[in-house]
């Protein structure tokens, strides 16, 4: 149970990666239009990645 409670997500989180997931399994069976809706939900569910300042703007 660590690995799961590390994500720190939501139950609704949850609900809509585990349907990801199902998504996914379902277009590795050859309708490839399932896969269109799982990098929205995943990346509403995880987010973006946080961008860093570059050195030119950490030196003003």
Partial sequence: MGIINS????TWQWVWVISSAFLVGF????????????????ASV???????????EKGK
């Fill in 46 to 56: 995880f987010g973006g990645k946080q961008q860093e300042q570059s050195s030119m």
């Fill in 7 to 10: 994500f720190d997500l939501s």
């Fill in 27 to 42: 277009s590795k069976t050859g309708i490839s239009a399932f896969m269109m809706p799982v990098i929205p939900i995943l």
